[in-house]
């Protein structure tokens, strides 16, 4: 049975991960004036190693987070360069002396530069149990890189429970359509999705749900689907009504 749990005065929340037992999620709440994104520290609890998926704003929760799980943060995993998903990597990097991972696409794309920065490929890694095989999923950027743990995707801003990131032009909307169109294939309905983002969702829903009720992995056409992403009348400042 999954087992979850939180620590309502740290504001984490604890998801065993169900991935042979020995990986386990802590959902990290981060918040920046009206802003809220979360990071992940996906734990191997054999080795005691971990590592966060796009750390930002506030580094007593990931402090807190490493001492209540007994890990050493062991890689930052970056979904895209944005800066919400990037504001913690160089000095948790130095800190923890471990390296930054992210796409060579959006490297060359954003210009993200850190000391410890390494650029990856689609091709799988593994940090201790922690078998981690990047997706790349262009759309919100050019190298955007979701990350598949076990039977866990951590999505940042590619795909949220309630929808999918902002896509600056047609060209990036129809690449936002083929990556979403990609994932379908990839995961099963078990997969839990952990985004960067919710807007009423809890992070952990089940693929099944997510591909039931969020209208873009409905449409049929890169067409149809551009037509809607790019829709006049979108309040942009609602992008930041986070949960």
């Known amino acids: 049975m999954s087992m979850k749990f939180e620590d309502l005065e740290r504001g984490i929340h604890y998801i065993d991960a169900g991935f042979r037992g020995v990986i386990q999620v802590a959902v990290l709440r981060m918040t920046y004036v009206s802003m809220v994104n979360y ?11 971990s590592v966060i998926v796009d750390p930002a704003w506030n580094m007593e929760k990931i402090d807190h987070a490493l001492e209540d799980t007994g890990t050493t943060l062991s890689g930052i995993l970056l979904t895209h ?27 060359a794309d954003s210009g993200f530069y850190a000391p410890q920065l390494v650029g990856i490929d689609p091709r799988p890694w593994s940090v201790g149990q922690i078998q981690i095989q990047p997706i790349l999923t262009p759309g919100h950027t050019p190298g955007g890189m979701c990350y598949l743990v076990g039977n866990n995707l951590f999505t940042g801003d590619t795909l949220f429970a309630e929808g999918c990131g902002l896509c600056p032009d047609m060209e ?17 309905p078990e997969t839990l999705i952990f985004p960067g983002h919710s807007y009423g969702r809890q992070p952990g829903q089940k693929f099944s749900q997510v591909l039931k009720d969020n209208i873009y992995l409905q449409f049929k056409n890169k067409y149809d689907f551009t037509a809607y992403r790019l829709r006049k009348g979108q309040n942009r400042l609602s992008f930041f009504d986070f949960r």
């Open 81 to 107: 360069a944005h800066p919400d998903h990037t504001d913690l990597a160089r000095p948790l990097a130095e800190k923890h002396h471990c390296p930054v991972w992210m796409s060579n696409e959006e490297i």
């Open 172 to 188: 990036a909307a129809h690449h936002m359509f083929e990556s979403l169109e990609h994932l379908k294939t990839r995961l099963t």
């Open 39 to 49: 990071s992940y520290l996906i734990v191997d609890n054999i080795t005691n190693q």
